[in-house]
């Protein structure tokens, strides 16, 4: 089922294992293209309930399968936010929708446990919702560090990030923050307060950044102190933003939606930076960086290393047989028998039909690298009704030199003699 023609279905279902939104919505036209982007972005399967009673009667049917809610508040059947009750009875968190706003009624629907509302007349409403959801969808698997030495501080926002489905750790002070975060590594944002007993905030700040940057881990810092220069001091100590007490429920959410999309944005960007887009190997700039490290750590504990320069044999007759698609998948199913037998080394797409490994261990090396030639020659790859064999040439090397780059030459000159030798084999000298 194509994607752009499934806009007239109610249930819109997906090929991913994805969750399911219930969207309750009595517009049509409305609920049918919010479903349809919800689909689009993420994928997400989407059932539209249009008045209170359908929504009874599916959440009726399919009790714990939906992921969230996204509800007007506003229903033929129910036009003074009654679907809030369905809602909270049934447990299932919920986005509001509504036609107008005022404090009163904010309070109103947050009191009741929404995670967010959402004014329907704004143009960029749906988009919001769209990207609001993906990110709790996120934050399933996001963890949070919350640290500070009030008791009900910490309660408080333990559960404004529980509503927005992050996983929460706690501290009390800044020294059991620290311990908690080397313990678990893949706590990716810090709420710290200032003052506190034992470690403070500024203390704790100081001692992470030695190790880690604003990229591999956000801090927030926060305070209720009159001091105005504390927001400046902790953004100049490292911290990514700063909150001052008191703050509402939204301004913590938006503060740390925007800290996390940031981080990843940044985290993506590098993946793209240090790696091929076909094969999702590491490029050659990565191949240079890490195998240079790599290098300089074996060298200094004189350990033995090996290189390989390895090349796919008249890949042009390939590209101009079958054509430049059949290249790629072929690059592609090369790529995944290279990872099946040097997975666990540092292995690289270096050029156009070029690889590169570099292992730091030399036993059976050679034959390892003989059985990845063979497995080639022995394999067929099948794309468009089209069968497609193909060989390689390897250049191996033992011989430890002054840096990876001589090490590569000498590689290289070995390809250079396996391509002049008939190709279809391992050169090792
Ligand atoms: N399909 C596809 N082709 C690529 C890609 N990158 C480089 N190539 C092609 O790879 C071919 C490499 O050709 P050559 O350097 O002549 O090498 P070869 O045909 O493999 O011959 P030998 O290495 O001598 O065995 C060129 O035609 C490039 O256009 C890619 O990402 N996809």
Request: hydrophobic share 45%.
């Amino acid at each position: 089922m194509s994607k752009s023609n499934n806009t007239h279905l109610n249930t819109i279902v997906s090929d991913h294992i994805a969750p399911e939104i219930l969207l309750i919505e009595d517009q049509h036209s409305l609920a049918h293209m919010t479903a349809a982007m919800l689909y689009e972005r993420w994928d997400f399967a989407v059932t539209i309930a249009t008045t209170k009673q359908q929504a009874q009667d599916i959440i009726r049917k399919k009790p714990g399968v939906f992921f969230l809610a996204v509800s007007d508040l506003n229903l033929p059947d129910a036009p003074h936010g009654e679907i809030i009750d369905v809602l909270t009875a049934a447990k299932l968190p919920f986005i509001a929708l509504t036609g107008m706003f005022n404090e009163q009624m904010r309070n109103d629907i947050m009191s009741r446990g929404a995670i967010d509302y959402v004014l329907k007349d704004t143009i960029n409403a749906y988009e919001y919702i769209v990207e609001l959801v993906g990110r709790l969808h996120k934050n399933t698997l996001t963890k949070v560090l919350v640290i500070d030495d009030s008791a009900s501080v910490r309660a408080m926002l333990q559960e404004m990030l529980r509503i927005q489905f992050i996983q929460v750790v706690t501290a009390e002070n800044g020294r059991e923050g620290i311990t908690k975060l080397w313990q678990q590594p893949d706590i990716k944002l810090v709420l710290v307060d200032h003052e506190m007993p034992v470690m403070d905030g500024f203390t704790f700040l100081s001692t992470v950044r030695r190790k880690l940057s604003k990229v591999q881990l956000a801090v927030i810092g926060i305070s209720g102190s009159e001091n105005k220069q504390l927001s400046a001091q902790f953004l100049k100590m490292g911290a990514n933003d700063f909150i001052a007490k008191p703050f509402s429920y939204e301004e913590l959410a938006c503060r740390v939606r925007q800290n996390l999309e940031m981080q990843e944005g940044i985290e993506a960007v590098r993946y793209i930076a240090f790696h091929d887009y076909l094969t999702g190997l590491l490029n050659r700039r990565a191949f240079f960086e890490q195998g240079a490290v790599l290098f300089n750590q074996n060298i200094k504990h004189a350990n033995p290393l090996a290189v390989a320069v390895i090349d796919i044999d008249f890949f042009k007759k390939i590209n101009d047989a079958y054509g430049h698609d059949a290249g790629d998948i072929t690059l592609k199913h090369f790529a995944a028998i290279l990872v099946e037998h040097f997975g666990a080394n540092l292995v690289a797409r270096i050029g156009g039909e070029e690889f590169a490994v570099l292992i730091d261990e030399t036993t059976n090396v050679e034959a390892r690298f003989e059985a990845l030639r063979l497995h080639v020659a022995s394999a067929i790859v099948d794309f468009n009704n089209m069968q497609i064999a193909y060989t390689i040439s390897i250049g191996l090397t033992q011989q430890s030199q002054s840096g990876l780059n001589a090490m590569l030459k000498l590689a290289d000159t070995n390809l250079y003699t396996a391509k002049n030798s008939g190709r279809n084999q391992l050169v090792a000298v």
